[in-house]
Nanobody
Framework: QVQLVESGGGLVQAGGSLRLSCAASGRTRSDYIMAWFRQATGKERELVAGIKWDAFYHDSVKGRFTITRDNADDTVYLQMNSLKPEDTAVYYC????????????????WGQGTQVTVSS
């Protein structure tokens, strides 16, 4: 089992920045794909970004968000810049084994989520 704990969410004005962290524990593996998903009220959960050795992103966040991982500390980060009101959602950290997948069913482990709210 792998446990994932997110932190770093909050309220920010449009154009601002936030950095999310996800600490992994348990039977972690460096070959897991680590990803961030988000789910806005009334919408489906969608992939934001993922990383194994290389990163992949949803088109809507390219150039604004950066995902990184520190295997020594079993932590993955999501740096979010130039935030927009439409980025408002609960952000979830996830771990899986299928590189590039945006489908939640391909991720075996999930965190509890952290709220990000961007005001206009």
């Amino acid at each position: 089992q792998v446990q994932l704990v997110e932190s770093g969410g909050g309220l920010v004005q449009a154009g601002g920045s936030l950095r999310l962290s996800c600490a992994a524990s348990g039977r972690t593996r460096s070959d897991y794909i680590m990803a961030w998903f988000r789910q806005a009220t009334g919408k489906e959960r969608e992939l934001v970004a993922g990383i194994k050795w290389d990163a992949f992103y949803h088109d809507s966040v390219k150039g604004r968000f950066t995902i990184t991982r520190d295997n020594a500390d079993d932590t993955v980060y999501l740096q979010m810049n130039s935030l927009k009101p439409e980025d408002t959602a609960v952000y979830y950290c996830a771990a899986g084994l299928l590189y590039g997948s945006g489908a939640p069913r391909h991720y075996n482990y999930w965190g509890q989520g952290t709220q990000v709210t961007v005001s206009s």
